[in-house]
């Protein structure tokens, strides 16, 4: 929880201001692109791309294939850069971050974006000319030339790409996913990368929760309805706004009107969220009205994902946290929830995250979910590579770098021990983001649980109404909650 609640303060502190990657075209630039399939499409001469294949998809969690008349909806194909593009969008990149470059924070929209370093016209005719002739509906090229989306069935993409959608159920859950590599027609493979995705499988929310507690303003305390421990010692969170700002030194720059005022944050979740909640919340902590919008790509996926089509994914929670805390921090900030519902090949997380990025929403995005790089496969590519436009049009990306920090591909709400080796999420590990660890208080005196600083820190009588309970900043050590970290209170026992 206070992992998420600090990675989100960063948001508005402006730690992470200097770190901003921007670009922009060159002025008067005329762009001539050449084309890069030059090769009549042959259907019998392909290659096998790879990674699209996750750990899950195996034979002890098949359920057989998918009906070919299943409908595949929202699939989205990667097109690639020519290596002189490439060279040329990490050279104006670079500009972009040099002081006294001409182009020195400027940036692109998706429009320049996809003028300057997106395949040719024709080339993105050819490869929806070349879905339309296998019956796909073609919506067409997404804003910056990375992305063509369009619609089908389990037995189109079949005899398109020569690989079956399956059934697996992982966990009593039903997921759909390729249940081998696809392929393409070699003629396509100079502007074709692949796939955003080909299976449903979900990121991994990265809040944790503790329980739930009730507040009771006749007394002005709230009561945990979970216990820890032997009981002997009460844990304390920053609840309050008010205690995020003592901690954080926030007073001088609200004195100053530096309180987002102006600003646009995006939250990329895969839930939607009850807004009369998060006006509570704001009215609850006396924030002004300022209620955040939702932005829907796609379907709806409703709360906790109750609309998807394999079921509720529960994430309504983080969604909640990050709105209602980048809010309160940032109380005049305009906050942007962009969601979207999961399809049979594609994740909501991921819709949501680029239609961020393509339809360039708000300056800055965080994304509280990742995966392990190694499980991704070839979904590591689309990241870099829409993290890279990110970077361009001049969006601060922060992710959460996750609680299992360099064991990344373990499952840190069942494995106490690493097992999978050193690894990180995908989502956090591209150069062109922020990846945010959280941290933890310190209390010197941790093993006696606190007894005697805590009160040095926070003020331990209730009030009426919530309040600043920090009475002073608290020392900050790395998250940490195995059993090395010096918390008082931890998942395994004594720090």
């Known amino acids: 929880m206070i992992s998420t609640t600090i990675r989100m303060l960063r948001l508005l502190t402006g730690t992470t201001a200097a770190l901003i990657v921007l670009a922009a075209p060159l002025a008067g630039q005329s762009v001539q692109v050449p084309s890069r399939i030059t090769q009549p499409i042959d259907e019998n001469v392909r290659i096998a791309l790879h990674g699209y294949v996750p750990p899950e998809a195996n034979a002890a969690n098949d359920r057989g294939a998918a009906p070919d008349s299943m409908p595949l909806e929202h699939m989205h194909l990667l097109l690639q850069r020519s290596a002189s593009k490439q060279a040329a969008l990490s050279q104006l990149l670079a500009a972009q971050i ?14 320049q974006f996809g003028a300057q370093f997106g395949p040719s016209d024709q080339d993105i005719e050819m490869v929806e000319s070349w879905l339309s002739s296998h019956g796909f509906e073609v919506a067409g090229i997404k804003p910056g030339k990375q992305v063509i989306e369009f ?25 759909y996913s390729a249940a081998s590599n696809p392929q393409i027609p070699s003629a396509l493979a100079p502007v074709v990368a692949g796939f955003v995705s080909l299976n449903d499988f979900q990121p991994k929310s990265y809040a944790q929760v503790m ?28 609840v309050s706004p008010a205690d995020f700002a003592v901690q954080y030194d926030l007073e001088p720059l609200y004195n100053a009107s530096t309180n987002g005022t102006g600003e646009t944050i995006a939250i990329i979740n895969d839930s939607n969220i009850n ?38 994914n529960y994430d309504s929670i983080e969604a909640y ?3 209602e805390t980048s809010g309160a921090i940032a109380p005049d900030a305009k906050i942007d929830l962009v969601i979207g519902g999961d399809t049979a090949t594609e994740n909501g997380l991921v819709l949501a995250l680029e239609d961020a990025v393509y339809s360039d929403i708000a300056p800055i995005m965080s994304i509280s979910f990742g995966e392990c790089e190694a499980f991704l496969g070839a979904g590591n590519e689309f990241l870099d590579d829409l993290m890279e436009q ?18 990344g591909c373990d499952d840190d709400d069942t494995q106490e021990f690493a097992t999978q080796g050193l690894a990180v999420s995908g989502f956090a590990s591209t150069p062109w983001d922020v990846a945010v660890g959280g941290t933890d208080f310190f209390y010197s005196d941790y093993a006696s649980g606190g ?27 790395p998250w940490n909650d195995s059993q090395y970290g010096l918390n008082i209170l931890n998942q395994n026992g004594p720090g």
């Open 98 to 111: 040099t002081l006294g470059s001409a182009s020195y924070h400027k940036w692109l929209t998706p429009a």
């Open 151 to 175: 619609d089908g069935n389990v037995a189109e993409l079949r005899d398109a790409f020569h690989t079956q959608i399956h059934r697996y159920e992982v966990n009593g859950s039903v997921h």
């Open 211 to 238: 329980g739930k507690a009730t507040y009771n303003p006749k007394t002005g305390t709230a009561q945990p309805s979970w216990t820890y421990g032997n009981g002997q010692t009460t844990p304390y969170y920053i």
């Open 275 to 312: 807004i009369d909640l998060v006006n509570q919340f704001r009215t609850l902590f006396s924030l002004p009205a300022n209620p955040p919008t939702v932005i829907v790509d796609g379907n709806d996926p409703g709360i906790d994902g109750i609309n998807n089509p394999d079921g509720p």
């Open 321 to 323: 946290l990050d709105v």
């Open 390 to 407: 990110a970077a361009a049009e001049g969006i601060t990306v922060m992710v959460s770098a996750g609680d299992n920090g360099s064991a």
């Open 451 to 477: 007894k005697t600083t805590i009160p040095t820190y926070w003020n331990t009588s209730p009030t009426q109404q919530p309040a600043t309970s920090l009475l002073t900043p608290i020392p900050e050590q």
